[in-house]
Structures are given as structure tokens and as C-alpha cells.
């Protein structure tokens, strides 16, 4: 009986992984899945050997106040590796963990498949060195991603964006209004405040404060509330500010993107959703100070937002750190929805970047490498 070992550190990698997982499944169910995973993923037999919660960390100060449990973590996967070690390694994004166990795996001689490889254009060309060195094959689902892996001999197969297949809407917009009793004849103004109890409390109050700016302008302000954060730091934050107009969405937040007439999103998966589904946005992120210091020295892309990456244009304002204001949020809210020409443009090209993205199924392609690895029937 075949073993996978799964590391997918975030939500997001969550989901991706268990799309694939339920398409391995399907074929063959006899597959043991172990690892780093998520609720999504333990839907389809999955064994979490940690708690994952634990690793919901981003940037370098927030990754140093964790580094005994990930020291922990790596000493554990090593053990297992040596002990009983898997048919295969699958790496899910979250490149800080992956990059040191797809080493380690290769020192046991596993097989690593690498899903939804980290962003080395952004970084230092060491990434691409890693990725040549201790990876079997790499899955990539951005199609500009294909020509810097190509340079350095990579096996690699573009497998489209997972969420091509993942994003669905199951309401209709009158019916989601009437759900959450949203007035139809106002502009809808979504906020994605992030899906960490850090970014909550960063990102969260500028928020609502930007919303208090604008309550003279008759919005209907819908707010994203994530299942994955405190609900108390949430709520605590919200009480704050007795803003009129407010409604927290707790489940539907494909229909908020969808919907909105604008949507203002903490730099992420968010915001590359937001702009599949067409919807005009702005972006907004703060992160630690130290970790934005120390990333600057080493980033090398002038954008941060993903939709703004591919185009390769300034399409969605981004704000970051001091820039990251409820004044400045308020501002950039106005010039794009109060200018028809410019709104209407913002269109234009996500639809562009919707065929970019295509429609192919990543998680059908992304098994079919993994039954290739695993010398499985598909």
C-alpha cells in the first residue's frame, strides 16, 4: 500500500491539495495520505501529524517566534523519512518548510513532486536552484512561471489555477441579498481582511475606519469574517466602530467577490479570486515591520498583487504599509467607482486575466503526474 506525504501549511494549500486528493481517490483508494494538511484534506483520509493551526505563521519575525516548533516539525518528517519513509513527497506553495524537506527527502532518495512552486521570480535565483536540485518534477499554475523553469532544466508541466475549478457560486446575487439582507440599490463595497488573527488585527481597524469615512456615500458594506480566525479578535475589533450598512458574511465569500461592486482585500489568494470572478479591487497589507524590512532587501518585483504580476500592469491599486490607511483606502474607493472609464477599463482586463488563467482542471492534471510518479494506473 502507497504513502503520500502531504505538506500544504495554509488554507489555501489546504483546499488546493485535497482537489487532488479527491481525484487520486477516485482511481485509486487503496493510496495512504499522511502529513501537514487541513480539515479540507482530512475529508479524504488524510492523517494530520500536526496540529495545523501551528502553522499559519508569515513573514520572518512572525516564522522566528515559531522556530522551535518548526525545528521540531523538521526533526519528526526527518525520523519518518528515515523510518518508514513515503512512495512519494507532494509539496503544496508555503516555500519556507517545503524547500528544507524537499532536501531532506532528497537525501532519502524520495520522489518530490512540488505543487504550486514558490514564487522565485520574486525572490533570489537560489529558489530555481532548489527547485533543479531536490525536486522530481514541479507542478506550476501560472503560465509565466514555465519559461524561468525551462531555463533551468526543471521538469515541470503547467497545470492551470486550481481555482479555475474551485471558486463556485451557489446563489444567485437577489438571492445572497436576501440572505443577509443586503439593499440592492446601494453600491456594494466587500472587505477581505485576511484569513490570520494577525492580519485581522492589522488590517481589520483600517478597515472599518475607512468604512466610517465613507458613510455618507450610501454603501452597503459587506465584511468577510474568515471560519479560520477568532472570532472574539474579530467581533472585539467590529464593536469599535458602530458603522451603519455593515454586514459580516461568514460562508459566502465567492458571492461577496462576485458581487461586490468593489472589493478592498488583503494582499493574497483573495485578491487573484476577486479578479477571476471580475470584480474591480484595491489592495491593501501591512505586514510586520521587521519582516517588511527584511523583505525588501530580498524581493525583487516592484508589484505584490498577483493580478498586477500577470498583467504585468498597475491595474489594482496597492497599498502597503504606511500607505495601508483607512484615508488612502477611502480615496482610491472613490476615484475607481466614481469614474466610469476607469471602472469600466479595470474590466477589460480581468477578463483578460480570467482567459490567462484558463480552465483547465489542476487537480486532474496534477494527479495524473502524480500517477506517473507512483508508476500508478490513471
Not at 57 to 73: N, P, R, S, T
Not at 117 to 122: D, K
Not at 187 to 211: C, H, Q, T
Not at 240 to 251: A, D, G, M, S
Request: hydrophobic content about 45%; charged content about 25%.
Amino acid at each position: 500500500m502507497k504513502k503520500i506525504f502531504w505538506i500544504a501549511g495554509e488554507k489555501s494549500g489546504d483546499l488546493h491539495a485535497s482537489y487532488v486528493m479527491e481525484q487520486l481517490n477516485n482511481s485509486h483508494p487503496e493510496l495512504l495520505h499522511l502529513g501537514i494538511g487541513g480539515p479540507r484534506m482530512e475529508k479524504f483520509a488524510f492523517k494530520p501529524l500536526f496540529p495545523f493551526e501551528r502553522f499559519s505563521v508569515m513573514g520572518f519575525a512572525e516564522v522566528i517566534k515559531h522556530l522551535y516548533f518548526f525545528l521540531q516539525v523538521e526533526k519528526r518528517i526527518k525520523t519518518l523519512f528515515r523510518k518508514d519513509p513515503p512512495a512519494l513527497v507532494v509539496l503544496v506553495d508555503y516555500p519556507g518548510l517545503n524547500l528544507r524537506i524537499a532536501r531532506i527527502a532528497k537525501k532519502f532518495h524520495l520522489p518530490v513532486l512540488y505543487y504550486i512552486c514558490p514564487q522565485f521570480w520574486a525572490w533570489k535565483k537560489k529558489r530555481l536552484l532548489d527547485l533543479a536540485t531536490f525536486t522530481d518534477h514541479v507542478a506550476y499554475i501560472l503560465p509565466f512561471e514555465g519559461k524561468f523553469l525551462k531555463e533551468y532544466n526543471i521538469n515541470s508541466t503547467y497545470v492551470g489555477h486550481p481555482i479555475a475549478e474551485e471558486i463556485t457560486i451557489a446563489l444567485s446575487k437577489k438571492e445572497f441579498a436576501e440572505k443577509y439582507d443586503l439593499d440592492l440599490n446601494k453600491k456594494w463595497l466587500g472587505f477581505l481582511p485576511g484569513s490570520r488573527d494577525n492580519e485581522i488585527k492589522k488590517m481589520l481597524p483600517v478597515y472599518l475606519d475607512a468604512m466610517s469615512k465613507l458613510a455618507d456615500q450610501n454603501f452597503q458594506f459587506l465584511l468577510s469574517c474568515s471560519d479560520s480566525v477568532s472570532r472574539t479578535i474579530f467581533h472585539n475589533q467590529v464593536q469599535k466602530f458602530p458603522i451603519k450598512n455593515l454586514k459580516i458574511i461568514y460562508q459566502d465569500n465567492y458571492c461577496l467577490m462576485k458581487f461586490s461592486d468593489l472589493v478592498i482585500a488583503t494582499s493574497g489568494t483573495a485578491t487573484l479570486e476577486t479578479a477571476y470572478l471580475g470584480t474591480p479591487f484595491i489592495i491593501a497589507y501591512k505586514a510586520h515591520q521587521i519582516s517588511f524590512e527584511l523583505g525588501k532587501r530580498f524581493i525583487r518585483i516592484k508589484r505584490i498583487g498577483l493580478p498586477n504580476i500577470i498583467l504585468d500592469k498597475d491595474l489594482a491599486p496597492e497599498l502597503i504599509q504606511k500607505y495601508a490607511t483607512a484615508e488612502n483606502i477611502a480615496l482610491q474607493i472613490k476615484k475607481i467607482l466614481f469614474d466610469p472609464n476607469r471602472y469600466q477599463d479595470f474590466k477589460k482586463n480581468l477578463e483578460q486575466l480570467h482567459d490567462l488563467l484558463g480552465k483547465n482542471s489542476a487537480a486532474r492534471k496534477t494527479a495524473e503526474i502524480i500517477f506517473d510518479l507512483l508508476k500508478c494506473e490513471k
